[in-house]
């Protein structure tokens, strides 16, 4: 009988210690929106209550917020809850404790500054990108400068853990419990990389919250940040309206941005891929003169239609000259293009006298 109940309780105990490891917050990091409030993410293994618990000189102040479920796309679909709770009415300038969870477990305490909103000051911002599980040996530098109070935010732009989807996700857990000490302690500010477009770039939607989900702008003192995705123009697969999208609101934020530059003269854009650079050995980007993140970018992709069936195919909007087109002597070729229309006679080198070409782009 003695035995039996020995094992009851050490069952019980087991169970005890299971629960607590499922409600146990994880890979807590901070970030900002756009009105610089503080966005705190934590994930858990189980549905749980989503709170902070904050303040300046002792933790006085309780903010709750809301949980996403995340299902890895691996054979095992692995399962976590993201929490995001906002802090806003923060005073710029002041450090202030939190701890992140419920009462049924809570993270370890950190602090962060609030950052100021208006332009009249000089952020300190770090940059990193390409970081991965194995390979971190920038983080514990970044983790003493940012305790010691050298970073006001760190922008990432892009590479995480290599590869955030491996092993069922679990190799994502594990880099985001490593960055935990660093991106716990300040806006830890990201944009996307080649190496998260595994199943839509699920785990780079679901780990961080950034203001827009996959492109955003940020005004931080006298800068005004943006922060774009760069490969949506690599993997298609995932739907072109992306960039349509992406494009368009791009032109509206910069036209703002413009509209207040005496203010925040400072234009910073980080996309994970470059749109040039000066690198020998990199073909595909640097000595690439159709780099597709800044030909794309500025030719907006499209499918031209033409007069003949025999006469589809594809090509860019905006210029439209980075192609050699033909068509029958004599006729009149008409071209829509960001410019307008505009029309060109044509040469005897087309195959077919009676494809008279219009381009139709649509997206």
């Not at 006085?60 to 399962?79: R, W």
């Not at 100021?116 to 940059?127: K, T, V, Y």
């Not at 827009?212 to 940020?218: A, D, L, P, Q, T």
């Not at 992709?301 to 050699?324: D, K, L, M, N, V």
């Amino acid at each position: 009988m003695g035995l039996l109940r020995s094992s009851g309780v050490l069952f019980a105990m087991a169970l005890s210690v299971l629960a607590s490891e499922l409600t146990q917050p994880g890979q807590v990091h901070l970030s900002v929106d756009e009105s610089m409030n503080v966005v705190v993410t934590w994930s858990t293994k189980v549905s749980c209550p989503s709170v902070v618990e904050y303040g300046v000189s002792d933790l006085n102040l309780v903010a709750n917020g809301s949980s996403t479920l995340f299902v890895d796309g691996g054979p095992l679909h692995l399962m976590q809850h993201m929490h995001r709770v906002v802090l806003t009415a923060l005073t710029a300038g002041r450090r202030y404790a939190y701890r992140a969870g419920s009462d049924l477990g809570w993270s370890w305490q950190y602090s962060f500054v609030a950052l100021r909103s208006d332009a009249s000051w000089s952020p300190r911002i770090g940059l990193v990108g390409d970081m991965g599980l194995e390979n971190a040996h920038a983080l514990p530098l970044l983790v003493d400068e940012v305790s010691a109070g050298h970073f006001d935010l760190l922008l990432h732009v892009g590479d995480f853990a290599y590869n955030m989807d491996t092993d069922n996700g679990l190799v994502g857990d594990r880099f985001m419990d490593m960055l935990q000490p660093l991106a716990a302690q300040l806006p830890y500010m990201t944009c996307v990389g080649n190496h998260e477009q595994a199943y839509n770039f699920s785990h780079y939607k679901a780990r961080f919250s950034m203001p827009g989900e996959m492109f955003y702008s940020v005004d931080v003192g006298p800068a005004h940040i943006v922060s774009l995705t760069t490969e949506f123009y690599y993997y298609t697969q995932y739907g072109l309206d992306q960039i349509r999208r992406q494009y368009e609101w791009l032109q509206q934020d910069l036209a703002r941005a413009n509209e207040r530059r005496a203010e925040r003269p400072w234009l910073i854009v980080l996309g994970h891929r470059p749109m040039y650079c000066s690198n020998s050995d990199d073909p595909e980007h640097c000595t690439n003169p159709e780099n597709m993140v800044r030909e794309r970018g500025r030719r907006r992709r499209c499918r031209c239609a033409w007069a003949s069936p025999s006469c589809i195919s594809t090509a860019w909007s905006g210029c439209c000259t980075s192609r050699a087109w033909t068509w029958p002597s004599g006729h009149t070729s008409t071209r829509t293009s960001g410019r307008g229309l505009s029309t060109r006679t044509g040469s005897s080198q087309a195959t077919s006298p009676t494809c008279v070409r219009r381009r139709r782009c649509t997206w």
